[in-house]
């Protein structure tokens, strides 16, 4: 298997282009391209011609990186207007052995989806939680085990149709074509968590610059997904109004001073807030800097608290709590997340791969990286069912393929 894949990954601050080739099992990085993000706010697209130009400029840069012309990428989705929603089916067994089959699953999770989606939304995700065989709960895989009666649980996504046309549409004006949209948070978990955190139940909080981003695994499955809008942006926002400083200069204290926990400061430390044409430089103490963002870090993540705790007893997530995202780069705020979900956390850096690797090993590409490793892990699955497809009856080839396009969804 070698082909070369474009991941765009449509952030509030930055969009981020990585251009990758898929060797084998590998996954080879060729080229990186970022721009300033244009047009975008909150994950939503609100000037169609700004966010062309960046998401053009990022891709250029990335071309050139690598002298490869990109003509189709995959993309990501965020935003308080995608909802996650848990739904389940059923389905009675009907062959003679009882054998549950391909088939069968395959009708558990149709029904499973047959829920009251809005008009004006659109599926974009199935993913399987677990399946329950004769009340046999937590059952992963169900093909081949004998059973009557068959569950089958899964977490949807869906989003405003309007919300997914727009990103078509600007991809499109750039002569690009999208082969699939990734949500967000489903992305940054497949670069930044490894399968004993899935299975031991853990909550990836994607921090953002306009949004944050949030998901919750039990027992290996999306349990729970949802978007704030609230990002590292108010971070900034809030210096720039305690110290009233520029937008601009608010934000490079943040990155260059910035710190959530305010324990670990020294009370009598100083910065310099750097001069404007209109302001002289002046000096302010660490601790009220810290203060001020430790603060807000708090809020957000109480809200996200609150919001869990009505749907799962967070205590039993031994996975703990893994931050990615720009928003993660800030200093402490792995000790501020210990101490309102009362669980272990850690930062999650994307896993490197060949090549560029060292250039996005940072949080801020977790969405971009794990938009690769979601379509490798696809492209490797479909590899492997048309292989065994070759040796299946024309029956039985149609019954696959209406399968692969779930399937592809629940690696």
């Not at 926990?261 to 807030?273: A, F, G, N, Q």
């Not at 609150?306 to 780069?329: A, E, F, M, P, Q």
């Given at each position: 298997m070698m082909n070369i894949v474009c991941a765009v990954d449509l952030g509030s601050s930055s969009i981020k282009v990585i251009i990758a080739r898929f060797i084998g099992m590998d996954i080879e990085i060729l080229g990186i391209g970022r721009s300033e993000s244009r047009g975008i706010k909150n994950a939503e697209i609100l000037n169609m011609e700004h966010v062309c130009t960046s998401i053009k400029e990022a891709i250029s840069e990335a071309e050139k990186m690598?002298?490869?012309?990109?003509?189709?990428?995959?993309?990501?989705?965020?935003?308080?207007?995608?909802?996650?929603?848990?739904?389940?089916?059923?389905?009675?067994?009907?062959?003679?052995?009882?054998?549950?089959?391909?088939?069968?699953?395959?009708?558990?999770?149709?029904?499973?989806?047959?829920?009251?989606?809005?008009?004006?939304?659109?599926?974009?995700?199935?993913?399987?939680?677990?399946?329950?065989?004769?009340?046999?709960?937590?059952?992963?895989?169900?093909?081949?085990?004998?059973?009557?009666?068959?569950?089958?649980?899964v977490h949807i996504v869906s989003a405003p149709k309007i919300q997914i046309n727009n990103i078509y549409k600007v991809f499109s004006k750039l002569g690009l074509k999208v082969n699939d949209i990734i949500l967000n948070s489903i992305a940054s978990s497949e670069s930044v968590l490894n399968e004993d955190e899935k299975n031991a139940g853990c909550i990836l909080i994607d921090f953002g610059f306009g949004t944050t981003d949030v998901i919750v695994y039990v027992d290996g499955g999306v349990f729970h997904t949802f978007s704030l809008p609230l990002g590292?942006?108010?971070?900034?926002?809030?210096?720039?109004?305690?110290?009233?400083?520029?937008?601009?200069?608010?934000?490079?204290?943040?990155?260059?001073?910035?710190?959530?926990?305010?324990?670990?400061?020294?009370?009598?430390?100083?910065?310099?807030?750097?001069?404007?044409?209109?302001?002289?430089?002046?000096?302010?103490?660490?601790?009220?800097?810290?203060?001020?963002?430790?603060?807000?870090?708090?809020?957000?993540?109480?809200?996200?608290?609150?919001?869990?705790?009505?749907?799962?007893?967070?205590?039993?997530?031994?996975?703990?709590?893994?931050?990615?995202?720009?928003?993660?780069?800030?200093?402490?705020?792995?000790?501020?997340?210990?101490?309102?979900?009362?669980?272990?956390?850690?930062?999650?850096?994307?896993?490197?791969?060949?090549?560029?690797?060292?250039?996005?090993?940072s949080p801020e590409y977790a969405t971009a990286v794990g938009i690769l490793e979601f379509i490798f892990k696809q492209n490797l699955l479909k590899n492997e069912t048309n292989e065994g497809i070759k040796k299946l009856s024309s029956k039985d080839k149609k019954i696959i393929h209406k399968l692969k396009s779930w399937i592809s969804e629940n690696i």
């Open positions: 690598c002298g490869i012309t990109i003509q189709d990428v995959y993309t990501n989705i965020s935003g308080v207007n995608v909802k996650g929603e848990n739904s389940m089916g059923i389905y009675v067994i009907s062959n003679e052995d009882r054998i549950i089959t391909k088939q069968d699953v395959s009708k558990a999770v149709e029904n499973a989806t047959n829920i009251n989606l809005q008009s004006d939304y659109e599926i974009i995700h199935v993913l399987s939680r677990e399946y329950i065989v004769d009340k046999k709960k937590r059952v992963t895989d169900p093909i081949g085990m004998p059973g009557f009666r068959l569950e089958s649980i590292s942006v108010h971070l900034t926002s809030d210096l720039e109004y305690a110290f009233k400083i520029p937008f601009q200069i608010a934000e490079f204290v943040k990155r260059r001073d910035g710190i959530a926990t305010r324990d670990d400061v020294d009370p009598t430390e100083k910065v310099e807030i750097p001069s404007t044409i209109d302001n002289p430089k002046k000096f302010v103490h660490l601790i009220d800097l810290a203060l001020v963002l430790e603060s807000r870090v708090e809020e957000i993540f109480e809200i996200i608290f609150k919001i869990l705790k009505k749907r799962i007893d967070i205590s039993v997530l031994r996975g703990g709590v893994i931050l990615t995202g720009g928003g993660s780069l800030l200093q402490g705020t792995e000790i501020v997340a210990e101490k309102i979900f009362h669980l272990p956390a850690r930062i999650g850096n994307p896993h490197r791969l060949k090549g560029l690797s060292s250039e996005i090993s």
